[in-house]
């Protein structure tokens, strides 16, 4: 009877310990989708993909600015079960807005050109595309006045005479 009873125990421990042990096991895929969750919360991670192999997680993608790479690794190291993180995140700063520039560009535009009439001008990002013919005296006053608006280049596609 003693024998009976403490087979049974011990029976009855290795059964708890056993279900113990397989609720602690977690798949890769739930990690997965757990530290995704987390990402996708934070729109400034929106470029950002995780993938967890063997509890070690994977950034991939890019942000715009190094503390967001850092936020992501930080926020994916948080999820319980995860081992470690692999941050191979790029850092791709946006393009800038030349919006108001080409508007500035574009007001003063007609004036630097008003004495040069066989000349013509596009703007686009901060760039002034000229075309059209001019005389080679003319040439260095023209350069002068739109120098003087701050462009990022000027092309110079002109047909010097």
Not at 74 to 103: F, H, Q, R, W
Not at 107 to 119: G, M, N, P, Q
């Amino acid at each position: 009877m003693k024998t009976l009873r403490a087979l049974s125990m011990v029976a009855l421990i290795l059964a708890l310990g056993m279900g113990a042990t397989s609720c602690k096991q977690v798949n890769d895929a739930d990690l997965q989708t757990a530290a995704q969750e987390l990402l996708v919360a934070n729109p400034d991670m929106a470029g950002v993909t995780v993938t967890v192999a063997d509890k070690v997680a994977t950034l991939t993608g890019t942000v715009a600015v190094d503390s967001v790479k850092a936020l992501a690794e930080t926020t994916v190291a948080g999820v319980k079960n995860i081992k470690s993180v692999v941050n191979e995140l790029e850092v791709v700063p946006p393009a800038p807005d030349y919006t108001e520039l080409d508007a500035t560009i574009n007001a003063a535009l007609a004036d630097a050109l008003k004495d040069h009439s066989k000349v013509t001008a596009e703007v686009k990002d901060g760039v002034i595309t000229l075309s059209g013919n001019i005389a080679e005296k003319e040439l260095p006053t023209l350069m002068q006045k739109l120098n003087a608006l701050n462009p990022v280049q000027i092309v110079n596609n002109l047909t010097v005479k």
